[in-house]
T-cell receptor, first 112, second 114 residues
Framework: KNQVEQSPQSLIILEGKNCTLQ??????????LRWYKQDTGRGPVSLTI?????NTKSNGRYTATLDADTKQSSLHITASQLSDSASYIC???????????FGAGTRLTVKP | ETGVTQTPRHLVMGMTNKKSLKCEQH?????MYWYKQSAKKPLELMFV???????ENNSVPSRFSPECPNSSHLFLHLHTLQPEDSALYLC?????????????FGSGTRLTVV
């Protein structure tokens, strides 16, 4: 079982709508959690990075939350645009060896 | 551009061919990584180089052979691949010992084995 589980696997929304992507992890001891955006055929690009003491971080229309007690994170996208269509990957790192664990991603499609 | 450049962007090769993937970073990082990304699966770490020395090899078949001649360049040499090796191969770089900061990916090479 992967140590980072993302849901849903895929999501289709209309342009202008909001959406929330989920990430649950079992990686321990926790160091940091990152959300990446990956456009089709491109490499992942970092959106946010959060450490244990942070529970919210925003990057434009993207807002990530972290609950280190329940080991859950979410990525909220506000007023979606067609360019938000991409895969969103959650990556969790452990303290002791900086080992990075990747989720399988959520494929988001924004339709006009 | 992210500062990590991969070439070629696309590659189609036969199972008996030999080819190489190239990665170059201009970020002053001293650790470099190869990942394999298959459809609907998490990224799989293949190789890690830190300060030009290989520090991790995650049970990757010998038909994949990495080379890191200096801290800015990383190669993945391919020979006698199988169709199941078709995937997006991603290179990344970071500061050695601090991958949690400034971890940057290239755009990848889409490999198709026929």
């Amino acid at each position: 079982k992967n140590q980072v589980e993302q849901s849903p696997q895929s999501l289709i929304i209309l342009e202008g709508k909001n959406c929330t992507l989920q990430c649950n992890y079992t990686v321990s001891p926790f160091s940091n959690l990152r959300w990446y955006k990956q456009d089709t055929g491109r490499g992942p690009v970092s959106l946010t990075i959060m450490t244990f003491s942070e529970n919210t971080k925003s990057n434009g229309r993207y807002t990530a939350t972290l609950d280190a007690d329940t080991k859950q994170s979410s990525l909220h996208i506000t007023a979606s645009q067609l360019s938000d269509s991409a895969s969103y990957i959650c990556v969790v790192s452990a303290i002791h060896n900086n080992d990075m664990r990747f989720g399988a991603g959520t494929r988001l499609t924004v339709k006009p | 551009e992210t500062g990590v450049t991969q070439t070629p962007r696309h590659l189609v090769m036969g199972m008996t061919n030999k080819k190489s993937l190239k990665c170059e970073q201009h970020l002053g990082h001293n650790a470099m990584y190869w990942y394999k990304q298959s459809a609907k699966k998490p990224l799989e770490l293949m190789f890690v180089y830190s300060l030009e020395e290989r520090v991790e090899n995650n049970s990757v078949p010998s038909r994949f052979s990495p080379e890191c001649p200096n801290s800015s360049h990383l190669f993945l040499h391919l020979h006698t691949l199988q169709p199941e090796d078709s995937a997006l191969y991603l290179c990344a770089s970071s500061r050695s010992g601090q991958p949690q900061y400034g971890y940057t990916f290239g755009s990848g090479t889409r490999l198709t084995v026929v």
